[in-house]
């Protein structure tokens, strides 16, 4: 997945298992570069939506904990986070996504998300399907 602008590119990534039961925390690592030095600094979002649409759950930072400005050219940057399925969460199909923002006086800008094959995705791409059990199964 690359993000537009600058061309950040989320290399690779991994989550601990696409099967979870309410409560339980989904573990997510990944492998970011840039070609050249990002001109801004950007934050991303780890986000977790339900079937109906909603985000239920959300991880903001920066990569690996690192202002981007400070990155390296074609450096790989590992970075890992954890989001926890709400107690509360119904069974169901739910979407790992991923997004990217900077701040800007007021308020953010959104990058743009793409596939590897160049398909726009919007502000969040996907990233996989998560499947939320009932409680207890």
């Keep these: 997945m690359t993000f537009s602008e600058e061309s950040i590119t989320l290399q690779q990534w991994t989550v601990n298992a696409t099967s979870f039961q309410p409560c339980e925390n989904v573990y997510f690592t990944s492998w970011w570069s840039s070609a050249t030095v990002p001109q801004h600094n950007y934050g991303t979002t780890l986000v977790l939506v339900a079937p109906d649409g909603r985000n239920v759950a959300q991880k903001d930072t920066t990569v690996a904990d690192i202002p981007m400005q400070l990155w390296e050219a074609n450096h790989p940057y590992f970075d890992e986070r ?45 990233l996989t399907g998560i499947q939320v059990e009932a409680k207890g199964d």
């Design 82 to 126: 954890v989001l926890t399925v709400p107690c509360d969460a119904a069974p169901g199909e739910y979407q790992l996504k991923m997004g990217m923002y900077r701040g800007i006086e007021g308020g953010f800008v959104d990058l743009t998300a793409f596939t590897t094959d160049g398909e726009e995705q919007g502000v969040r791409g996907f």
